[in-house]
């Protein structure tokens, strides 16, 4: 189990495509990437939005936080700070 601590919010990033059809999607990283999306799976105590919680989709920008591998997953480990926005249309999809 991996439990977030203090204002740290633990998700997993959504996926896109690398392809649409056939049209090949560049891969943006950096200053120029959008933002990304991803799925909260541990909330610590100090994040002091209640509508951030296990379960909701998140907007947050490529340079926050960290990424690292856990159970071959790769997890992201942001702030409460670095959170755009609180996706509520499972349909959207930043590409």
């Known amino acids: 189990m991996l439990t977030a601590i203090?204002?740290?919010?633990?998700?997993?990033?959504?996926?896109?495509?690398?392809?649409?059809g056939l049209i090949y999607v560049p891969k943006k990283e950096g200053h120029n990437a959008p933002p990304y999306i991803g799925t909260v799976?541990?909330?610590?105590?100090?994040?002091?939005?209640?509508?951030?919680?296990?379960?909701?989709?998140?907007?947050f920008h490529d340079l926050?936080?960290?990424?690292?591998?856990f159970e071959d997953t790769k997890?992201?480990?942001?702030?409460?700070?670095d959170v755009v926005a609180i996706v509520e249309d499972n349909?959207?999809?930043i590409i």
């Not at 209640?50 to 909701?56: A, H, T």
């Open 41 to 59: 799976i541990s909330v610590g105590p100090d994040v002091k939005d209640e509508d951030i919680k296990v379960g909701c989709r998140l907007m």
């Open 6 to 20: 203090k204002n740290r919010i633990f998700l997993k990033k959504d996926e896109y495509p690398e392809k649409i």
């Open 75 to 81: 997890i992201y480990s942001i702030r409460d700070i």
């Open 91 to 93: 349909d959207l999809q």
């Open 64 to 69: 926050a936080g960290t990424e690292f591998k």
